[in-house]
T-cell receptor, first 109, second 113 residues
Framework: QKEVEQNSGPLSVPEGAIASLNCTYS??????FFWYRQYSGKSPELIMS????GDKEDGRFTAQLNKASQYVSLLIRDSQPSDSATYLC?????????FGPGTRLSVLP | SAVISQKPSRDICQRGTSLTIQCQVD?????MFWYRQQPGQSLTLIAT?????????ESGFVIDKFPISRPNLTFSTLTVSNMSPEDSSIYLC??????????FGEGSWLTVV
């Protein structure tokens, strides 16, 4: 059983702080990793994908991948109230996506 | 990325009835997926819809309850049959694009009363 785990939260951070979201996965053979954001009442939208060890930056978002430790994280710098949402980690196994349970982030003004 | 349209976006259904959700993609895609997201829960894969063959269902989901059609490379339907309140969920159509990324439609919010 391929699993993806996340802390369900809620994770609360003050506006302007760095939000750190973590995800672990069970299968070392995984090659592709994704972060989705889901606002309440909306469908998930892709934020970032990462395939290689290390960091990948896109604006205020940085994805970090450590395959040896089987974790992937998402950092959100200068968090804004508009970042308040559920963040889903997804891992691609072959042609099957497995989603984590999501972490609910609340950015407090 | 593909543009995915779902209909209906929202519906209130009577217990025991069936509802068909349509998913239209603006480009040809090989793999389409149907997910369910129950209130406060994460995404659960119902089935993979492959053009020209039977859908592949995940454990806990059966064709009699969730029949799926995939007549071509841009369209699929999911029917939720004989609905009960436990079927109240968001149903999401998604596609697997050439960049090995999955994208979602806007979702269909079903409430069964």
């Amino acid at each position: 059983q391929k699993e993806v785990e996340q802390n369900s939260g809620p994770l609360s951070v003050p506006e302007g702080a760095i939000a750190s979201l973590n995800c672990t996965y069970s299968d070392r053979g995984s090659q592709s990793f994704f972060w989705y954001r889901q606002y309440s009442g909306k469908s998930p939208e892709l934020i970032m994908s990462i395939y290689s060890n290390g960091d990948k930056e896109d604006g205020r978002f940085t994805a970090q991948l450590n395959k040896a430790s089987q974790y992937v994280s998402l950092l959100i710098r200068d968090s804004q109230p508009s970042d308040s949402a559920t963040y889903l980690c997804a891992v691609l196994y072959g042609q099957n996506f497995v989603f984590g349970p999501g972490t609910r982030l609340s950015v407090l003004p | 990325s593909a543009v995915i349209s779902q209909k209906p976006s929202r519906d209130i259904c009577q217990r025991g009835t069936s509802l068909t959700i349509q998913c239209q993609v603006d480009s040809q895609v090989t793999m389409m997926f149907w997910y369910r997201q129950q209130p406060g829960q994460s995404l659960t894969l119902i089935a993979t819809a492959n053009q020209g063959s039977e859908a592949t269902y995940e454990s806990g989901f059966v064709i009699d309850k969730f029949p799926i059609s995939r007549p071509n490379l841009t369209f699929s339907t999911l029917t939720v049959s004989n609905m009960s309140p436990e079927d109240s969920s968001i149903y999401l159509c998604s596609v697997f694009d050439s960049g090995n990324t999955i994208y979602f439609g806007e979702g269909s919010w079903l409430t069964v009363v």
